[in-house]
């Protein structure tokens, strides 16, 4: 028997054989369809299939099209050192933009540059441009721009992340690992999330995030800053992080698991244009954590959105104005609040000193509450961070630095332990361990168990390298005592381990809790 080699003669081929099981899979059941019935339907699958492929082809064809046409507006960005004689120091860190504007304005994120007065951008064609950084100097932002001297660019187009949905096709672009030009499909899988994040750019400090648009795009160091498309070839996010699952950049269980962040688009085109028009951000403070409604209590209390007030700060320019837990903030000034990062955005307009009226809903009326806006305090990078997802609470962690290697080099034969042994903590400023830590709320100590007389703040990520990696702390330990003393605040924790010196030692007391149990340890540290 000679069996053809046209793909839609064996994919009917494979059919019919399917259909033979199928039916004797029927008999055996006891369902008998007629026969006539059967070569029915046969007939049409063959049909349905030569249409699906037809299908699966212009889908197909559609990707590679979105490739082509995104491709070129998307760069690769490695650091640039500044040395003595001008020349380029080793690479130290990498990862990816978008072409914001033909006239040379590049999109990434900040966590990618922060380290950097200047980088250097690859683009599409091979070509590469030293470029100026711009940073907001601002922790809750996590978007920076980029100055290249170069005309005629392709820029991007920005979509509308409003109309975003979960289910959507998404596509990534970036270089994951170093590997340039490099797209992968996926979907969008969810929306709001929001959650804080240590990250190694600033010394294990924490940046907030908010409102992020989660993928299941495969994303992977490397991609921060890159591109998330939507099937019209318009931006829709920047990818900036990953639901991380430990162990190493270099292999293992530390790349992608299927769950990616990305800054909606509209926040990124709103804090660019600030960047490109000022230089810089300037962001007011008012003293309180906020949240998104969830949608019950948009039904109950009958609004359309609004930022939850979840704690107001003692003494704070809101404590003053007379905010309340539970307000729910709808209106700053002549704009509208609808979420939590609408709040955050109108502080950019409403900066420090100035004072605003803020319609707040409370106990089923609207009340007007005058506030005089504040700077925001540098003594605690805290202060109006987003309330934390529960489902994010684990292993949500920035992309680490990426190091200049070769990324089709066999890394397998790096282990973890030389990792952590050749990492560089600095030891200018003061004490870090490297860890992103939240207070233990009553949703947090309910979601892991914690007994109502256990005291600790939880750690919400480990930066990689840092004194807290080296000793073995993980994203989701408790941490209960502190050189014998008890823990009962992240702002205490954070004093005592200021008040240290590098070089002494250190004694900490950890709990983890699990679903079935939990186990503690305690162990005695330098801080090096």
């Known amino acids: 028997m000679k069996l053809s080699t046209k793909p839609t003669l064996w994919i009917l081929a494979g059919v019919a054989i399917g259909g033979i099981g199928m039916a004797s899979l029927m008999n055996g059941l006891g369902i008998t369809p007629a026969r006539a019935n059967s070569e029915t339907r046969l007939a049409a699958i063959g049909s349905l299939t030569e249409k699906s492929m037809a299908e699966l082809q212009a889908m197909d064809e559609g990707f590679a099209a979105l490739a082509d046409y995104v491709g070129p507006s998307v760069v690769h960005i490695r650091g640039k050192s500044s040395t003595s004689n001008g020349r380029m ?12 504007r033909s006239d040379g304005y590049i999109v990434t994120n900040d966590h990618v540059v922060a380290s950097f007065d200047e980088v250097e951008v690859h683009f599409a064609d091979g070509s590469t441009q030293i470029g100026k950084v711009i940073r907001a100097g601002d922790q809750t932002n ?14 991007a187009e920005f979509g509308n992340s409003a109309t975003v949905k979960p289910g959507q096709y998404a596509l990534a672009f970036g270089a994951p690992f170093g590997i340039e030009n490099s797209v992968t499909v996926g979907h969008i899988s969810g ?10 750019q600033l010394n294990g400090r924490l940046r907030n995030y908010t409102g992020m648009i989660q993928t299941d795009a495969p994303i992977n160091p490397g991609n921060s800053g890159g591109a998330l498309v939507n099937i019209y070839g318009q931006v829709i996010g920047i990818n900036t992080s990953i639901y991380g699952s430990g162990g190493s950049i270099y ?19 709103f804090v660019a244009d ?30 359309p959105g609004g930022a939850v007030v979840v704690e107001v700060e003692d003494k704070s320019p809101a404590a003053k104005a007379g905010f309340q837990a539970k307000d729910v903030v709808v209106g700053i000034g002549e704009l509208e609040v609808n979420s939590e990062l609408d709040l955050r955005n109108a502080l950019y307009k409403y900066g420090p000193g100035k004072t605003v009226d803020v319609t707040v809903a409370r106990d089923g009326k609207t009340k007007t509450l ?92 480990v930066a990689k390298g840092s004194v807290a990696d080296r000793i073995g702390l993980e994203a989701g330990d408790l941490i209960t005592e502190f050189d014998r003393e008890k823990v009962t605040s992240a702002d205490q924790l954070i004093r005592k381990v200021r008040a240290k010196k590098w070089g002494e030692d250190a004694q900490i007391a950890i709990k983890k809790y699990t679903e079935n149990s939990n186990s503690k340890r305690s162990q005695t540290f330098t801080i090096e």
């Open 89 to 100: 120091a080793p690479v130290e860190g990498q990862g990816s933009g978008i072409i914001y």
């Open 370 to 461: 005058a506030i005089t806006v504040g700077a925001p305090p540098k003594d605690d990078q805290r202060r109006e961070a987003p309330a934390p997802q529960e489902e994010l609470y684990r292993g949500f962690e920035a992309f680490p630095d990426m190091p200049n290697v070769d990324p089709f080099a066999d890394r397998r034969s790096r282990s973890e332990d030389d990792s952590k042994k050749s990492a560089k903590v600095d030891k200018s400023g003061p004490v870090q361990l490297g860890i992103g830590i939240v207070d233990l709320t009553d949703e947090l100590r309910k979601s892991l168990k914690v007994p109502a007389d256990e005291s600790g703040v939880y750690v919400s990520s």
């Open 251 to 269: 292999g293992g269980s530390g790349g992608n698991v299927g769950i990616g962040f990305a800054i909606p688009s509209n926040q990124v085109k």
């Open 142 to 155: 996590d978007i920076a721009v980029v100055k290249v001297n170069k005309t005629g660019l392709k820029a």
């Open 191 to 200: 929306l709001g999330r929001s959650s804080m994040i240590a990250d190694a």
């Open 274 to 303: 600030l960047l490109i028009k000022d230089g810089k951000l300037s962001r007011g403070f008012m003293g309180v954590q906020l949240r998104d409604m969830k949608p019950f209590e948009r039904t109950e209390r009958k609004l």
